[in-house]
């Protein structure tokens, strides 16, 4: 079997040489980089299974990147995950909003590095599988076909917004959303939702869900999640 290519963009060299060493050792084949003008070339002639993004970059940064990576239908599904320096927790959010999967802060350590970039590409599968499939997390079932919420086999009556961000944050179980990409994936039905309004549908949506209420764990300063499988 191939290695898997992870194409690391970072400028930095003792830290690119470095995330290389290890993922190389791992058993993946690292592909270095060190300007951000040149990731979306790279990405077209030798296509990664995943990137790891330095925010800042010479040429482009890791934000801009990471946006015309998703907004592209051939690089959109390309798992991305950020590295971050210590105190850039805005630029993480905006990263998360942009499509990132994940994010790691420096300095960190390879052991840290190797189980995120497992983590994010075990997940792969389930982004690729279709919308209409019956979610089961736990004694919590959501049906999207029929709109359909179960705790324990009761059903449990939501509101459409509440179906609406559960189902989101479902279908990719330990996936961190941000209010501000809850909001723009559940946006103007029944009524407008506002980053606030997201906290307050949380609370209810947890409190129907009775037991099942906490799959949904808040992560501070940045979203929600449900729980990892
Ligand atoms: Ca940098």
């Not at 290519?5 to 993946?28: M, P, S, T």
């Not at 800042?56 to 890791?62: E, I, S």
């Not at 960190?108 to 970039?117: E, G, N, Q």
Request: charged share 35%.
């Amino acid at each position: 079997m191939e290695p898997r290519r992870i194409l690391v963009v970072e400028d930095e060299k003792d830290i690119r040489d470095l995330v290389c060493y290890h993922l190389d050792r791992a058993g993946f084949a690292a592909d270095p980089l060190g300007r951000g003008d040149e990731v979306i070339g790279r990405v077209k002639t030798r296509r990664p299974e995943l990137i790891l993004l330095d925010l800042m970059l010479p040429g482009l940064d890791g934000r801009e990147l990471c946006r015309l990576l998703r907004e592209n239908p051939d690089t959109a599904t390309i798992p991305i995950i950020m590295l971050t320096a210590r105190g850039e927790e805005e630029d993480v959010i905006h990263g998360l909003d942009l499509g990132a999967d994940d994010y790691v802060t420096k300095p960190f350590s390879p052991k840290l590095l190797l189980s995120r970039i497992r983590a994010v590409l075990r997940r792969v599968p389930a982004m690729i599988s279709g919308e209409e499939e019956i979610l089961r997390i736990r004694a919590l079932t959501i049906d999207p076909g029929r709109h359909e919420v179960r705790v324990d086999g009761e059903r449990v009556e939501l509101t459409l917004t509440e179906f609406k961000i559960l189902h989101l944050l479902a279908k990719r179980p330990g996936w961190v959303y941000s209010r501000y990409r809850i909001v723009d994936a559940v946006r103007g039905e029944d009524y407008p939702v506002t980053d606030r309004s997201v906290d307050v549908q949380i609370v209810g949506l947890r409190k129907k869900l009775g037991g099942s209420g906490k799959e949904i764990e808040t992560v501070r300063g940045v979203g929600y999640r449900v729980r990892a499988l």
